[in-house]
């Protein structure tokens, strides 16, 4: 099969003819049909130190992709080839006291697609079967395929009750876009959006921003007497991993309010304790979704009209991933998809 490696130490990627994953009898084969590129294929891509600390090549890179079943191991007995499927890229251990106990998203020992073992950058990629997600009727095949950036916003937007809220969103990339849709279809009342790349202001409106902001510009609290807001926001979503934007957050919270926070920063962050504890601020850090509650919740979502299809801004085929690669990386658009169905 064709698949986008990672070959050797140092950046790149190429396309190399791989022989067809293995799977065992509680796997799932699956033949790929549309991919996500997310910040981390970039990072992998670029030979960035976290990647230098993390991937040993030779590696197939990738994570977010819908695709056909293909085949099944003997133990599989719900899915069946023709069955369009997305994968979890957390593959959990199955045997820690939080898996045990059915927390899967707090498993220490989680393994990542694409990063820790062979990703979906190919055209056909395996899983263990609680690892696949069986779409409902209906589901758009290329938002199956960001169901795992989707996963983190949904994951984000509803750690908090939303409903009548006044929400901050900092960071407009694919992800802050996306809960920009969910915090408006759960009854959000303000949301502003605070991102410096006009492009995301103008696709952040689109998709159900009261307000965008430049954090350059203009700051938070001249946002919240433009919109007569008094008190500060209900609910901020960090989906930066900038510094300065989660200093802003923190300084123009309501008293009680909740910080969830996605956005990965790249070093450390000094932060306004005395303000998280007299104006009383809950701070939740999210990694990835919950296994399997926001594959559910994603899926009710989707089926009761929520549209994040205007995140998806680019489409390449996977043999452009170079052109891909830069659009995802120029900052100028949304979610950017490789097609494989092209062979
Ligand atoms: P992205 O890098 O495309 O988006 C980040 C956005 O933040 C960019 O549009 C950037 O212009 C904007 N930004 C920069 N400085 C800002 C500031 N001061 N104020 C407001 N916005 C600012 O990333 P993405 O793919 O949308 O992911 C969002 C974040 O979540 C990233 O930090 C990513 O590493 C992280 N992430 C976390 C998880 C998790 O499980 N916790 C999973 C995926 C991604
Ligand atoms: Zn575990």
Same mark, same amino acid.
């Given at each position: 099969?064709? !698949?986008?490696?990672?070959? %050797?130490?140092?950046?790149?990627?190429?396309?190399?003819?791989?022989?067809?994953?293995?799977?065992?009898?509680?796997?799932?084969?699956?033949?790929?049909?549309?991919?996500?590129?997310? *910040? @981390?294929?970039?990072?992998?891509?670029?030979?960035?130190?976290?990647?230098?600390?993390?991937?040993?090549?030779?590696? =197939?890179?990738?994570?977010?992709?819908?695709? =056909?079943?293909?085949?099944?191991?003997?133990?599989? %007995?719900?899915?069946? #080839?023709?069955?369009?499927?997305?994968?979890?890229?957390?593959?959990?251990?199955?045997?820690?006291?939080?898996?045990? !106990?059915?927390?899967?998203?707090?498993? %220490?020992?989680?393994?990542?697609?694409?990063?820790?073992?062979?990703? %979906?950058?190919?055209?056909?990629?395996?899983?263990?079967?609680?690892?696949?997600?069986?779409?409902?009727? *209906? =589901?758009?095949?290329?938002?199956?395929?960001?169901?795992?950036?989707?996963?983190?916003?949904?994951? @984000?937007?509803?750690?908090?009750?939303?409903?009548?809220?006044?929400?901050?969103?900092?960071?407009?990339?694919?992800?802050?876009?996306?809960?920009?849709?969910?915090?408006?279809?759960?009854? !959000?009342?303000?949301?502003?959006?605070?991102? #410096?790349?006009?492009?995301?202001?103008?696709?952040?409106?689109?998709?159900?921003?009261?307000?965008?902001? +430049?954090?350059?510009?203009?700051?938070?609290?001249?946002?919240?007497?433009?919109?007569?807001?008094?008190?500060?926001?209900?609910?901020?979503?960090?989906?930066? *991993?900038? !510094?300065?934007?989660? @200093?802003?957050?923190?300084?123009?919270?309501?008293?009680?309010?909740? =910080?969830?926070?996605?956005?990965? #920063?790249?070093?450390?962050?000094?932060? +306004?304790?005395?303000?998280?504890?007299?104006?009383?601020?809950?701070?939740?850090?999210?990694?990835?979704?919950?296994?399997?509650?926001?594959?559910?919740?994603?899926?009710?979502?989707?089926?009761?009209?929520? +549209?994040?299809? #205007?995140?998806?801004?680019?489409?390449? $085929?996977?043999?452009?991933?170079?052109?891909?690669?830069?659009?995802?990386? $120029?900052?100028?658009?949304?979610?950017?998809?490789?097609?494989?169905?092209?062979?």
């Amino acid at each position: 099969m064709r !698949a986008l490696v990672k070959t %050797a130490a140092g950046p790149g990627l190429s396309l190399e003819t791989v022989p067809d994953p293995e799977y065992g009898i509680n796997d799932v084969l699956i033949r790929v049909r549309r991919t996500g590129i997310c *910040g @981390t294929d970039l990072h992998i891509e670029s030979w960035d130190p976290w990647a230098a600390r993390t991937i040993k090549p030779p590696l =197939i890179v990738g994570h977010e992709f819908a695709g =056909i079943v293909e085949a099944v191991g003997s133990n599989v %007995a719900d899915l069946h #080839p023709g069955d369009l499927v997305s994968g979890e890229g957390h593959v959990v251990c199955g045997r820690c006291r939080h898996c045990r !106990a059915g927390r899967y998203h707090l498993c %220490a020992n989680t393994v990542g697609l694409g990063v820790n073992r062979d990703g %979906a950058f190919a055209e056909l990629v395996a899983l263990p079967v609680t690892n696949v997600w069986h779409h409902w009727p *209906g =589901i758009d095949e290329e938002v199956a395929a960001i169901f795992d950036p989707f996963g983190n916003a949904v994951h @984000t937007a509803l750690a908090f009750p939303i409903l009548g809220e006044d929400v901050l969103i900092s960071g407009a990339g694919p992800i802050g876009l996306m809960a920009t849709a969910v915090a408006r279809h759960a009854g !959000a009342r303000f949301i502003v959006v605070s991102e #410096p790349n006009p492009y995301r202001r103008e696709l952040a409106a689109r998709m159900g921003a009261t307000l965008v902001i +430049d954090p350059r510009e203009r700051d938070l609290g001249d946002a919240q007497r433009e919109l007569g807001m008094v008190e500060g926001f209900d609910v901020a979503m960090e989906m930066s *991993g900038n !510094a300065a934007a989660l @200093t802003a957050a923190i300084a123009n919270m309501a008293h009680g309010g909740s =910080i969830a926070i996605l956005g990965i #920063p790249t070093a450390e962050i000094p932060i +306004d304790v005395t303000t998280i504890v007299f104006n009383q601020l809950t701070v939740r850090g999210i990694y990835g979704r919950e296994m399997y509650e926001t594959w559910y919740k994603m899926s009710v979502l989707l089926t009761s009209g929520l +549209d994040i299809r #205007p995140a998806i801004t680019h489409r390449f $085929s996977y043999r452009d991933h170079e052109a891909a690669f830069a659009a995802a990386r $120029s900052g100028d658009s949304g979610k950017v998809i490789m097609d494989w169905t092209d062979r």
